[in-house]
Structure formats: C-alpha cells, structure tokens
C-alpha cells in the first residue's frame, strides 16, 4: 500500500464548475500538507500549503486537512481553462521540507 | 530572480551508460533534493544534500548517486542505466515561507534510455 493515494483521474469538468481533489494516507507522522499544480513538461509549483488540520484559502482554492481521517481535499471555485493541469498532494513530517512524499497526481481539464 | 535551472534539458541514453544531470538552485537556497517522476507518476524522492552534506535518501539503488558542491550546485549520477530509469529528473532548491521551509521546483531533465 502506497503512503499516499489519489485517484489519477483523469477529470474533466465544464468552465465555472466546483472541482473537487482528494488524496489519503497512512503515515500518522505527516504534519505539512500540500498541493502543486504541475502543467505539461513543467516542473510541479506549489498551490497552498497547510500545517495540521484545518482549512486555509487563497482566492479560488481552498484546502483542507483532516488528521483524524487522514484525508486531505483541494477545492476549486469558478474553474478556468488555465487550470487544466495535474494537482499533486505532497505530504512532509516536521519541519515542513526535507522529504516530500507525493500522490500519483489527478489530471484535470476544464473545457469551454 | 532566476528560479532553479536543470541541464540538459532532455537526454538519451542507452542501456548500461552513465548519465549526470546538473542543477542549479535559487540563489541563497543551501538545500537541494533530487526526484524521481515516471509518467503518470508522482514524484519520487531520491535525495537531499544540505550545505554539501546528504541530509536524506530515498529507496533507490546504489547506482543513483549525488553530490553538492561549494556554491550549492548539485550533480544527480546515475550508472548502469536501465530501461526503467527513464523518467523525469527533478530538482528542488529550499527556502524559508514563513514557517515552512517551501522546495522550489526546476523544469526537470527528461532522460530517455532505450
């Protein structure tokens, strides 16, 4: 069983929709939280991040982190065609870097 | 500001050759962590220098290896190349976002081996 799970997808949703990505995991130790966004041939670059459980948002994303069920959530408002791309959750221990652990990456368009 | 820069920027190889990828991280970035992306894979960590000193390891063979140099530039080896080992190569440079120490990703090099 992998550390860290998310279902690849691929999605694809209309322009203006809610996008909903989730990711689980089993390591009890993880305590930072975090979502790159990842455009074809590109390197992955961070969304948001958060510490522990909890919510946090930045303009159309939101995140969310629930220790208790190991499950952590990305929402996307008002999706746009630039956002089509694959979203990686990434998971660390203290201190927030050294070792990323990442998911498989979930794939999502958004058409006109 | 630069970001992290990788060369080259696509390889091939062929089985049984030895391969090394350069990085270059963010200025006043002293952390530099290699990963490994097969397609349709996440990420994979394969290591983590820290003012030229390795400060983590992932689970990959004895053929990976890497080093850190004085201005904080890093070299990923990998010898014996095998089919498997094409993928995405990237690297990360550290630096402090508020209370977490955030990994600034680069374009990554592309090696092939047939």
């Known amino acids: 069983q992998k550390e860290v799970e998310q279902d690849p997808g691929p999605l694809s949703v209309p322009e203006g929709a809610i996008v909903s990505l989730n990711c689980t995991y089993s390591?009890?130790?993880?305590?930072?939280f975090m979502w790159y966004r990842q455009y074809s041939r590109k390197g992955p670059e961070l969304l948001m991040y958060t510490y522990s459980s909890g919510n946090k948002e930045d303009g159309r994303f939101t995140a969310q982190v629930d220790k208790s069920s190991k499950y952590i959530s990305l929402f996307i408002r008002d999706s746009q065609p630039s956002d089509s791309a694959t979203y990686l959750c990434a998971m660390s221990g203290a201190g927030g870097g050294n070792k990323l652990t990442f998911g498989t990456g979930t794939q999502l368009k958004v058409e006109l | 500001d630069a970001g992290v820069t990788q060369s080259p920027t696509h390889l091939i190889k062929t089985r049984g050759q030895q391969v090394t990828l350069r990085c270059s991280p963010i200025s006043g970035h002293k952390s530099v962590s290699w990963y490994q992306q097969v397609l349709g894979q996440g990420p994979q960590f394969i290591f983590q220098y820290y003012e030229k000193e390795e400060r983590g390891r992932g689970n990959f063979p004895d053929r990976f290896s890497a080093r850190q140099f004085p201005n904080y530039s890093s070299e990923l080896n990998v010898n014996a190349l095998l089919l498997g080992d094409s993928a995405l190569y990237l690297c990360?440079?550290?630096?402090?976002?508020?209370?977490?120490?955030?990994?600034?990703f680069g374009p990554g090099t592309r090696l092939t081996v047939l």
């Open positions: 390591n009890s130790a993880f305590q930072y």
């Open positions: 990360a440079s550290e630096g402090r976002l508020a209370a977490y120490n955030e990994q600034f």
